[in-house]
């Protein structure tokens, strides 16, 4: 402990407010209180300052101040070090905790970067569903030097912070780089051509059907090899051919397969964009398919397919008609509607050879990329080990 710095219980410094799940007939997509949640803290341009958001809500029933510090308090975000700083008197969803500092002898700045190296995983109730433990939180000890230490040490760590944040940014102009190129050639290769046909999923399908339910508690280390959907976003890209999860069958009810050249969809997400992401499968196990999947048979070739259902107008396809509220669903019969271009078979190998080409270059880019971000965040830890230690 520090001559001449406090040491005070968090609960102290800042009171706690909870965020709420506003009704329908609140939510509005153009105007009203800023509406945030847990994903949104996602978004680029919400890296410090909660700014950016798609909802909004008429007169509700309390606002959170501006200039609170919000992190996840449910789910496994918790464990994902994610903490900003409200910009606007806003609104944070059931997921979400805000503190607003009281005591005027604490800066927000000194505050919010002292947290950035505190893991909120150490307050987790330890029960099933991750969850924060308030009382727990409100108990830890935060040190509070005087205000005019507090300014020095946020300028020192903003200066630090600025030069660490500059190769994050040149890494990511990189990577934006190699996407936008690839974005290009998938515009390119696919756009429909002389010759080719415009068909439907349910044309172009042998079979279709949905997975059946594997609980997180239901993977093993070894067993039959399987997807659960929201491995999907996290885990493969356009295709992958080994599974990484594996349960025991026995205990599926039920249990759905899928094998080689077949294309899963999700058909649950967490925004109109994403919804119903495909990829193909090209291993050579025969695997489950979890719930909230939806298997593809068919006899195309299967990367070409997951290629055309990546582009721009395939994206546009599957969000027809889905809401931004909440939780997005799709089901079996819009994914049956989507329409792609379909040339003949050696043409589908030839541009789905392009492609992969092309998508294992941004591939190691991305690998690059998560090595740097790593490294960066982990030189922003070592200064706030260094500085509150």
Not at 350 to 363: E, G, N
């Amino acid at each position: 402990m520090r001559e001449y710095w406090k040491y005070l219980p968090l609960g102290e410094i800042c009171d706690f407010i909870s965020g709420f799940t506003p009704s329908k007939q609140e939510l509005n997509e153009k105007a009203g209180i800023p509406y945030f949640k847990v994903s949104d803290m996602n978004r680029d341009t919400n890296s410090v300052y909660m700014i950016e958001t798609e909802l909004f809500v008429v007169h509700p029933r309390k606002t959170i101040p501006a200039n609170s510090i919000i992190f996840p308090k449910n789910g496994g975000a918790i464990f994902t070090g994610k903490k900003r700083i409200l910009k606007y008197d806003s609104i944070i969803d059931l997921n979400t905790e805000a503190l607003n500092i009281k005591d005027k002898n604490v800066n927000l700045q000194f505050l919010y970067k002292f947290l950035l190296g505190v893991d909120f995983g150490q307050f987790d109730n330890g029960g099933g569903l991750p969850s924060i433990n308030i009382k727990k939180m409100k108990d830890f000890i935060v040190p509070v030097p005087p205000l005019t230490e507090q300014e020095r040490i946020v300028a020192l760590l903003d200066d630090q912070f600025a030069k660490i944040d500059a190769l994050k940014a040149n890494a990511d102009q990189q990577l934006k780089s190699a996407k936008d190129l690839f974005q290009s050639a998938l515009k390119e290769y696919l756009t429909p051509k002389d010759g080719w046909e415009m068909k439907s999923l349910e044309e172009l399908a042998t079979d279709m059907y949905r997975g059946s339910g594997i609980t997180r508690e239901q993977i093993r280390e070894n067993g039959i090899s399987c997807v659960r959907y929201g491995e999907i976003y996290t885990t493969y890209n356009y295709w992958f051919d080994k599974c990484a999860s594996h349960t025991d069958e026995s205990l599926i009810k039920s249990p759905k397969f899928f094998e080689h050249g077949d294309i899963l969809f999700t058909i649950t997400g967490e925004s109109v964009e994403d919804i119903a992401k495909s990829v193909a499968y090209l291993g050579d196990e025969k695997c489950l398919a979890g719930g909230d999947i939806v298997v593809m048979k068919h006899k195309q070739n299967a990367k070409y397919l997951s290629y055309a259902l990546s582009t721009p107008d395939a994206i546009r396809q599957k969000g027809l008609g889905k809401t931004k509220l909440k939780v997005v669903h799709s089901n079996v019969p819009s994914i049956k509607a989507i329409v792609v271009p379909i040339p003949d078979l050696e043409i589908q190998q030839q541009i789905a050879d392009i492609l992969d080409t092309l998508s294992d270059k941004v591939a190691r880019l991305q690998a690059n990329y998560d090595q740097t971000i790593t490294l960066c965040n982990d030189l922003k830890q070592s200064l706030l080990k260094s500085i509150f230690a």
